[in-house]
């Protein structure tokens, strides 16, 4: 005979990862390729379980209405294999909307000036100033050695104090920015914490 009680925690367990899993797993594809500053715990929480919630009840619906059940998202107890798939992928398919909507801000607001508003925030000048540009920038470095180039490549943790970039085409110059020589090979590998100054032209 069953125990009333026994068992549901477990289950209610498990019902709560089916609706966190999918929106945890969006957020840690879209925080992949923009890195954002770290939300406290309740906050991760929150925002996976709001579209969690979203992107297990649309699981739902199309499981209803187009596969007739076959993904048992429905079915009670512990949840199929397949349905956890499902939310797998969906997870996966979120995050790529996500970044995919991130990019249409920038788009949207870079070509029509009337809607540079809805351009994200990107939580810092480091990063503001490192979107893909053809500038050419002078840096000034702590050792006293100035070089001149474009940043090809550049990292960004939010929550670091430094970040490291590659100024690619890069020359070593003077005070006048004449230039003493030549970078060969893929360039110069700089930190920020090394960096007095960075001058764009």
């Known amino acids: 005979m069953a125990v009333p009680g026994v068992g549901e925690p477990a289950e209610h367990l498990v019902d709560f990862l089916v609706y966190v899993m999918p929106g945890f ?66 997870g996966l398919f979120g995050g790529i909307i996500l970044v995919g909507l991130y990019r249409a801000r920038f788009f949207v607001a870079a070509h029509w000036p009337r809607w540079e508003g ?47 970039f590659l100024l690619a085409d890069a020359k070593r110059v003077d005070e006048q920015l004449t230039e003493k020589y030549s970078i060969t090979g893929q360039g110069v590998y700089l930190n920020t914490r090394n960096v007095k100054r960075i001058e764009f032209l």
């Open 25 to 90: 797993i969006a957020l840690q594809f879209f925080r992949a390729k923009y890195p954002a500053k770290k939300l406290s715990e309740f906050l991760q929480v929150a925002w996976s379980l709001i579209y969690g919630v979203i992107l297990a009840a649309l699981i739902r619906s199309v499981d209803g209405r187009f596969l007739h059940g076959g993904l048992h998202s429905s079915a009670p107890g512990f949840p199929a294999s397949r349905f956890v798939i499902a939310l797998l992928l969906a």
């Open 118 to 164: 809805i351009a994200p925030d990107p939580q810092s000048i480091w990063a503001k100033v490192n979107r893909p540009t053809n500038d050419y920038a002078v840096v000034y470095v702590d050792d006293g050695s100035i070089y001149f180039g474009w940043i090809k490549d550049f990292t960004f943790d939010p929550d670091a104090q430094d970040n490291d």
